[in-house]
């Protein structure tokens, strides 16, 4: 099937097609006049390449991982992926404990601000900040 057939089946964009491509997550065979042509096979690797990327991970770390799907039986291969999903996985922990305490840090300032909101709206002084 032609780019255009696998964008409309898969609902990625022929740029992202043309993208997972050049970083060699997908492959075509090219006809006479340089257009591309993908196996139906690549509809579900599509699938699994947007389910990597919506799992946060890089096209540089599914690049590691797919290989995983291409030789299913090599238990090296199958150790690599294992290696680069847990160190995505980390990674995904790492960036949810910042999260959390970028949103403990905006609490705290909701919280002034809302005693400092209700002191202006009871037209009370201010409480002077202590340094």
């Known amino acids: 099937m032609r780019i255009g057939e696998l964008s409309k089946r898969t609902g990625v964009s022929p740029r992202s097609l043309r993208y997972y491509e050049e970083q060699g997550l997908l492959t ?28 946060g991970m890089s096209s540089r770390v599914i690049a590691t991982v797919l290989p995983c799907v291409d030789i299913p039986g090599d238990l090296g291969v199958a150790e690599k992926t294992y290696t680069a999903m847990m160190r995505e996985r980390d990674r995904i922990d790492a960036d949810i ?3 959390i305490e970028t949103r403990n840090a905006l609490d705290v300032l909701i919280r002034a601000n809302s005693r400092h909101r209700a002191e202006l709206s009871t037209g009370a002084e201010p409480v002077a900040q202590q340094t």
């Open 28 to 55: 075509s065979s090219r006809s006479d006049t340089g257009q591309r042509h993908y196996q139906a096979a690549a509809v579900q690797r599509v699938s699994l390449i947007r389910q990597l990327f919506d799992a």
């Open 97 to 99: 404990a910042h999260l």
